[in-house]
């Protein structure tokens, strides 16, 4: 790896910052080789199995000490190659970023927002505290990075997420006071990247410090806005300067006089694995006149402004289309996949297009098409399939989603098989006769069968279902 060429700005800000001794400690740092992560997907694995045991010994796992499904790795074992990682039993992710969901430690059945989630790390951590259940909302402005967001929502197999794809006072203006927890990761100077991407070193600078605080502000000012009384915001940057951490907090207590610090956390290249990370946790206070006319950052009320007529792109679970699609659905469902827990099928059948979705049902934000409609939702839920011709074509992500016992057959392949490289291929596998019809492909690991994607078998033959854009090069 090349060693980073710091800028001597930077240099000279940590050596204040620190002082003489600890700054250069830190900048020491730099010539050390990076650290390397993985967190579990609780979502799919059983904590102690023999599947995670057999992932520990075939990665050289070790464990992360903030966050305990989070495990650093050896460079050469390189896990995100694996089918494994295919099968969504673990997100690579550095170790340092897994520390601000430890933070905020979202509950089952909450209302959840990540407000800059791309490309899904923490999304994925909440989702997996909050068990499929409650609502969580990923939003990235970015349409790639976006796409991004929902492919690792969808291999991970979160069955309660909606990806948006808005500014933040776009979705201020729809969610007033409507989350029990939102998670911003602020786009930040990226000082903590540095030894992962030493061309960020070239982007930084003081002033690129000081644009980078004046836009935290802005998106703070909206997640207040979306925060329940009563909830938790965690904020997090992966850089080291005070103006965009401790200043920052500093400065959003003094304005809003509700919110309460409850947590900070620091983890420094040269004392911690990792490279580097803020993270801070507020609440808001509570009020006793829930009509009292103040909003929940403390000041006045901001009314949300109308806008244009939203358009109508999605038909909700009252519309014919809707009506049939969902029909088709159970009929296929009934077939194919009968052992599906009705509880992971809670939420709204909706239309976006012609791909049928389920909308996850909150408590108390219920969301709709009519909700929905006029924004840009690269996911809306758990993507259930399509109507095709008359017959209901099943989802990628319902397969991710599945378990292998609830399939009314599945097709079992071993990790290192030629089989399985064929697969992710996007080849046709041959396979008994007696086989016909869908069929759920799924990766042995340990005594678990993790789901692959969808096979349609016939004659022998098992036609590969994998959506092309995630097949393999050969």
Known sequence: M???SLPEDFRNQMTHMLGEDEGADFLRSYDAPRAFGLRLNQLKLTSGSAAEQLLSAQFGLRPVPWCPTGYYYEENSRPGK??????????IQEPSAMSAAELLMPQPGETVLDLAAAPGGKTTQIAA???GEGVLIS??????????LAENVERMGITNAVVTQAAPPELASRFPAAFDRIMLDAPCSGEGMFRKDPEATAEWSPKSVELCAARQWEILQDALVMLKPGGKLAYSTCTFNRQENEEMMQRLLAAHPRLKLIA???IWPHLQEGEGHYAALLELADVDDENAEVNNAGGEVKRPHK??????????SGGKDTAA???AFRQWADESLPGLDSGRLRGEPVLFGEVLYLLPRGKELVLTAEKLSGLKVPRAGLELGELRKGRFQPAHALAMAARAESAAQHWMLDADSA???AFLHGETLAVTPELRGWCLVTLRCGDESLPLGWGKASGGQLKNHLPKGLRRPQ
């Open 419 to 421: 089989e399985t490289a």
């Open 325 to 327: 699609a969902w029909k």
């Open 307 to 316: 806008g244009r007529e939203a358009r109508r792109d999605a038909r909700g």
């Open 2 to 4: 090349t060693k980073p």
């Open 139 to 148: 939003n990235e402005p970015h349409p790639q990075r976006a796409r991004i």
């Open 264 to 266: 900070e956390k620091r």
């Open 82 to 91: 694996h089918p494994y990682h295919a099968a969504g039993l673990y997100y």
């Open 129 to 131: 505290y909050m068990q």
